[in-house]
């Protein structure tokens, strides 16, 4: 199955779709188990320190009822219980025995002088004042003086309760990979080189701060994270770092500094470029150019890493990649999936999705770990652009912040958020498109709104629209009309809810 990515830029514009591009090659997702809590992801430290300390007072209020629970159980026991299962049965046979007899006409008087009158009436006071307290007797544990506080009656709220929840669908999520405010690292395979191309031609870069566009100093570190060498800031065009690959599996770095006595250094096969100072960590981005490399979008923030990948036996297929690796928030900066100019409920329903699929696979891709990445930056996956695309188009910034960690979430589960450009006028559930039933928040909706005006059914899947799940240009329709991003994103998928995962 694939999934497909809007026309860029359709939020600009509503013009007939002439074209579509794959946003994500075909994938599974894995049927792991939940996995065990190990560290509260939360959006904002206070609210989450407050949540936790609303999920203890209804905790305790739980413990609280529980042992009353327990305590009433105890009661209707000793006064409506059984001595023993012979008693019991007895009792039962005579309560059936007296039933019969009333169905057959017996009048209710003429029964009370029957042998079994006694035990029918026991029976019956077990059933209405003891059966109904039985399931309590598994409460038992809490039948202690530490439970026993009258003022843990008053945590019982609905706001406690709503934070109880909150918090056992923290422990219990999908959603625990934990990370500061900006969230877990992600990892983007920009380019890939042959051996050959870092042979002739070197790669070079640079590092800056971007909040004042300064070059600022940087370290070069290797696969064991030990530093190579700390960089000076550069001076000049001429003062870059160069980095080749030697022909023996290794990388070789030079013309980083002149002051260096014997500057050249022989690293292993991996090579890493982060910030020197702690306080640039957020705010650095590195420039990279190389006479093969075209493109424009050649600055990304946080860290690059040269990888060289060998494939055993068959040296033709060896790979040099360059890795971006940032938290995933910087990464959703960046993204190039649309230009930011569309309403901004319609952006921030887009930066959603787009962070939601990249914590999956942050969080269960394996597809490029032998290459040291989890996403590339093309339409396979996600089109990301970096440093220059999130300075050039900040409406996409201000929307991720806006709705910083907020992922799309199922019953626990992180709900891969399908969608295209265009619809018929209704879109298409996973099962009808796809065939599995995995995907329970991806149901059929009326979609005038997304309509195109003149495409056929079979013309709009022939373009690549497959309909199932949002529809982008239905999106903005809908943020045109006022509605919000939450509300966009319950309409186009059933059941779902969104969660802060950081």
């Not at 169905?103 to 029976?123: E, H, I, L, R």
């Not at 890939?192 to 300064?214: H, M, P, Q, V």
């Not at 980095?243 to 290794?250: F, H, R």
């Not at 450009?421 to 009808?432: A, F, K």
Request: net charge positive; hydrophobic share 30%.
């Amino acid at each position: 199955m694939k999934m497909f990515r809007e026309k860029k830029g359709l939020e600009h514009s509503k013009k007939v779709f002439s074209g579509i591009v794959i946003l994500a090659a075909t994938f599974v997702i894995s049927s792991l188990g939940v996995q065990m809590y190990a560290n509260a992801a939360t959006g904002d430290a206070e609210d989450g320190d407050q949540d936790y300390e609303m999920y203890l007072k209804y905790d305790k209020y739980k413990k609280y009822t529980k042992r009353k629970q327990y305590r009433k159980y105890k009661k209707a026991k000793k006064k409506y219980g059984f001595d023993s299962s012979s008693d019991k049965f007895k009792a039962k046979a005579c309560y059936r025995k007296i039933k019969d007899l009333r169905k057959t006409g017996v009048a209710k008087a003429q029964t009370k002088d029957n042998v079994c009158y006694k035990g029918y009436s026991k029976y019956k006071k077990y059933k209405k004042y003891y059966s109904p307290y039985k399931k309590y007797r598994k409460y038992r544990k809490y039948y202690k003086d530490e439970y026993n506080h009258s003022s843990w009656a008053t945590y019982g709220t609905s706001a406690n309760k709503a934070a109880y929840e909150r918090y056992e669908k923290k422990k219990n999520s999908e959603a625990n990979l934990g990370g500061e405010s900006l969230g877990p690292e992600i990892r983007i395979g920009l380019y890939e080189f042959t051996e050959d191309a870092l042979k002739d031609d070197s790669f070079r870069i640079r590092a800056y701060k971007a909040s004042t566009g300064n070059a600022i100093p940087y370290t070069i570190k290797d696969k064991n994270g030990d530093v190579v060498v700390d960089v000076a800031a550069a001076l000049d065009s001429d003062d870059v770092t160069k980095v080749k690959y030697d022909g023996s599996e290794n990388l070789r770095v030079y013309d980083y500094d002149e002051s260096v006595v014997g500057e050249e250094k022989i690293v292993n096969e991996k090579v890493r470029f982060v910030a020197k100072n702690l306080a640039d960590e957020d705010d650095i981005y590195f420039e990279y150019s190389h006479d093969d490399i075209s493109s424009s979008y050649v600055r990304y923030r946080d860290g690059i890493e040269l990888n060289h990948y060998n494939k055993s036996g068959s040296s033709s297929n060896d790979r040099i990649w360059v890795i971006n690796f940032l938290p995933l928030e910087h990464y959703v900066w960046g993204m190039g999936e649309i230009t930011g100019t569309g309403d901004m409920d319609y952006n921030r329903v887009m930066t959603i999705s787009y962070r939601t699929y990249g914590y999956w696979k942050i969080k269960y891709s394996t597809k490029f770990a032998k290459y040291g990445f989890k996403v590339n930056a093309t339409p396979g996956n996600q089109l990301y652009y970096g440093y220059r695309y999130e300075v050039d188009h900040d409406r996409i910034k201000s929307s991720a912040e806006d709705t910083r960690g907020k992922i799309v979430m199922y019953d626990n589960r992180i709900a891969i958020t399908p969608y295209s450009s265009w619809t018929d006028g209704r879109t298409r559930s996973w099962e009808e498109r796809w065939g599995s039933t995995n995907y329970p928040w991806c149901k059929s909706v009326e979609d005038s709104y997304g309509e195109h005006p003149s495409m056929s059914t079979a013309e709009l899947v022939a373009a690549g629209n497959h309909m199932v799940g949002l529809s982008a240009h239905g999106a903005l329709d809908r943020a045109d009309a006022g509605w919000d991003y939450e509300r966009i994103l319950k309409y186009y998928y059933d059941g779902i809810y969104l969660h802060e995962a950081y």
